[in-house]
């Protein structure tokens, strides 16, 4: 475990990681199965002592949630990638323009890739960029999140037991670490945060030229289309919208639908709820807000939307408060009437609430989302095949995903990741694995050396030649 003072501290660890990176040379197969492998092992080995951290640190985090996300999700990526490796490794053969001439990718490490993690899932965002990065040969420093402190202490004790801190290492630390690692020399940096926070992460990058993935969240949109089913649309997206309370980059930020489908979409959520969780506050299935000052953020969303004309709508069980700063849970909560003034609409949400905003028709809503910033994620409810195509064409989002909310993020052949203010980069699978690659490109020439002798004066004969063939391709 690594508790750096100091900036001179990080660029001491991190200028021993490069060293013996460079000193071990190639990483074979075997080497780069054996560390995802030991990764996933550390996981299982310890995910019940891993889960307890997770919910020590939220105050309650549902532990199915912790096990479905934070455990089996990472494990099956870094297994993935241990099943796929060989064939991922493997140089690609292209064409070349001259007889005898070979030419080839070869896919090579980088060297050492830093991870800035974030605290809605702790093990999954530090663990999951391993699959590629591991898988690509390269080592790794991880920056885990302060907000989740007792995780962050039990996955640096677990990875010093596991790995060899030349393989991969942890720096423990608040946010001053935090800027600092952001601003070292590495080989790749990945950050998974805030749009604001990025920014900086990206601006302390480029001082080193480091290039970097980006996975950002920002407001994923719902459209409900006229003719969708209103009940089903409003299950799917409430069951994603209260796993981990919401706190997901993934999560369903607002919902674009006519104003007459809009009481459907209420009473489909409120019987949703009712029956996944007839009680909130003494619940272990609900989780709570990591803490005070976001669980204060929430409130002050509600109570901004409420003041400026939203219809509040609370599924809190009957009985019980809309919120409670004790469990630190916040019931559901859906906004009516939800416009821009509002700063629901201004920010990510990243908690359980879910603002409606009326439109006449999916025309409109493209409009909306286009005049915003590219989501994360859009999803897209109706089984009109034309239109769905329509929405997939006229609208640009890190993913598309049709009638469900966040499915793409448990597929391995998908790229996962963000475009534009949403992110830049993408890994999972060979994805991530081409990621944090270097496709370097190499050449073997003919023993004639026909594209050599070209470019040898004199050129008088070969003026001839040129002029023939541009006047060849009229």
Same mark, same amino acid.
């Given at each position: 475990?690594l508790?750096?003072?100091?900036?001179?501290?990080?660029?001491?660890?991190?200028?021993? &990681?490069?060293?013996?990176?460079?000193?071990?040379?190639?990483?074979?197969? #075997?080497?780069?199965?054996?560390?995802?492998l030991?990764?996933?092992?550390?996981?299982?080995?310890?995910?019940d002592?891993?889960?307890?951290?997770?919910?020590? +640190?939220?105050?309650?985090?549902?532990?199915?949630?912790? @096990?479905?996300a934070?455990?089996?999700?990472?494990?099956?990526?870094?297994?993935?990638?241990?099943?796929q490796? $060989?064939?991922? &490794?493997?140089?690609e053969?292209?064409?070349?323009?001259?007889?005898g001439?070979?030419?080839?990718?070869?896919?090579?490490?980088?060297?050492?890739?830093?991870?800035?993690?974030?605290?809605?899932?702790?093990?999954n965002?530090?663990?999951?960029?391993?699959?590629?990065? /591991?898988?690509?040969?390269?080592?790794?420093?991880?920056?885990?999140?302060?907000?989740?402190?007792?995780?962050?202490?039990? =996955?640096a $004790?677990l990875?010093?037991?596991y790995f060899?801190?030349? *393989?991969l290492?942890?720096?423990?630390? +608040?946010?001053?670490?935090?800027? #600092?690692?952001?601003?070292?020399?590495?080989?790749?940096?990945?950050?998974?945060?805030?749009?604001?926070?990025?920014?900086?992460?990206?601006k302390?990058?480029?001082?080193?030229?480091?290039?970097?993935?980006? $996975?950002?969240?920002?407001?994923?949109?719902v459209v409900?289309? $006229?003719?969708?089913?209103?009940? @089903?649309?409003?299950?799917?997206?409430?069951t994603? %919208?209260?796993?981990?309370?919401?706190?997901?980059?993934?999560?369903?930020?607002?919902?674009?639908?006519?104003?007459?489908?809009? !009481? #459907?979409?209420?009473?489909?959520?409120?019987?949703?709820?009712?029956?996944?969780?007839?009680?909130i506050?003494?619940?272990?299935?609900?989780?709570?807000?990591i803490?005070?000052?976001?669980?204060?953020?929430l409130?002050?969303?509600?109570? !901004?939307?409420? !003041?400026?004309?939203?219809r509040?709508?609370?599924?809190?069980?009957e009985?019980?408060?809309?919120?409670?700063?004790?469990?630190? %849970?916040?019931?559901?909560?859906?906004?009516?009437?939800?416009?821009?003034?509002?700063?629901?609409?201004?920010?990510?949400?990243?908690?359980?609430l879910?603002? =409606?905003?009326?439109?006449?028709?999916?025309?409109?809503?493209?409009?909306?989302i286009?005049?915003?910033?590219?989501?994360?994620?859009?999803y897209?409810?109706?089984?009109?095949?034309? %239109?769905?195509?329509? /929405?997939? *064409?006229?609208?640009?989002?890190?993913a598309?995903?049709?009638n469900?909310?966040?499915?793409h993020a448990?597929?391995?052949?998908?790229?996962?990741?963000?475009?534009?203010?949403?992110?830049?980069?993408?890994?999972?699978?060979?994805?991530?694995?081409?990621?944090?690659?270097?496709? %370097?490109?190499?050449?073997?020439?003919?023993?004639?050396?026909?594209?050599?002798?070209?470019?040898?004066?004199p050129?008088?004969?070969?003026?001839?030649?040129?002029a023939?063939?541009?006047?060849?391709?009229k």
């Amino acid at each position: 475990m690594l508790n750096p003072q100091t900036n001179q501290d990080l660029m001491t660890i991190l200028g021993a &990681m490069k060293k013996a990176h460079l000193a071990h040379g190639h990483v074979n197969a #075997a080497t780069r199965k054996d560390r995802l492998l030991r990764a996933a092992k550390l996981i299982t080995d310890n995910h019940d002592q891993l889960v307890k951290a997770i919910s020590t +640190d939220f105050g309650n985090r549902s532990h199915y949630q912790s @096990l479905a996300a934070d455990i089996l999700t990472t494990t099956n990526m870094l297994r993935h990638s241990a099943e796929q490796l $060989e064939g991922w &490794m493997q140089a690609e053969p292209v064409a070349s323009p001259y007889p005898g001439m070979q030419s080839w990718i070869q896919y090579q490490a980088l060297g050492v890739v830093g991870i800035i993690s974030p605290w809605n899932f702790p093990v999954n965002l530090a663990f999951g960029p391993l699959a590629g990065v /591991f898988a690509a040969g390269n080592s790794a420093l991880i920056k885990p999140s302060e907000l989740t402190p007792r995780t962050s202490e039990v =996955l640096a $004790e677990l990875i010093a037991r596991y790995f060899d801190p030349m *393989e991969l290492g942890v720096v423990l630390g +608040d946010a001053s670490v935090g800027a #600092a690692f952001s601003a070292l020399p590495f080989d790749h940096l990945v950050f998974t945060g805030s749009t604001t926070v990025g920014r900086h992460v990206m601006k302390a990058a480029a001082e080193n030229l480091v290039p970097v993935t980006l $996975e950002l969240g920002g407001k994923s949109p719902v459209v409900i289309e $006229e003719n969708a089913d209103i009940s @089903l649309a409003a299950e799917r997206v409430m069951t994603v %919208k209260t796993f981990n309370a919401g706190q997901i980059c993934l999560a369903p930020d607002y919902v674009l639908i006519r104003n007459d489908k809009a !009481d #459907a979409f209420v009473a489909a959520a409120k019987s949703l709820i009712a029956n996944s969780y007839p009680e909130i506050q003494a619940n272990k299935d609900y989780t709570s807000i990591i803490n005070e000052r976001h669980f204060q953020r929430l409130i002050s969303l509600i109570q !901004d939307a409420k !003041d400026k004309g939203a219809r509040i709508v609370s599924l809190a069980p009957e009985g019980e408060p809309d919120y409670d700063i004790i469990t630190g %849970k916040i019931a559901p909560h859906l906004i009516l009437n939800a416009n821009d003034s509002m700063a629901v609409m201004q920010e990510e949400i990243f908690g359980p609430l879910l603002p =409606l905003v009326a439109v006449d028709s999916v025309t409109d809503a493209i409009r909306f989302i286009n005049a915003r910033p590219r989501p994360l994620a859009a999803y897209y409810f109706g089984n009109d095949t034309e %239109k769905q195509n329509h /929405f997939a *064409e006229k609208t640009t989002s890190g993913a598309l995903v049709i009638n469900d909310v966040m499915t793409h993020a448990s597929v391995e052949t998908l790229p996962f990741g963000g475009v534009g203010a949403s992110g830049i980069g993408a890994y999972h699978g060979i994805h991530g694995f081409r990621q944090f690659t270097h496709a %370097k490109a190499v050449v073997r020439q003919s023993e004639d050396g026909a594209s050599n002798l070209r470019l040898r004066a004199p050129y008088e004969e070969k003026l001839g030649a040129a002029a023939a063939l541009l006047n060849g391709n009229k």
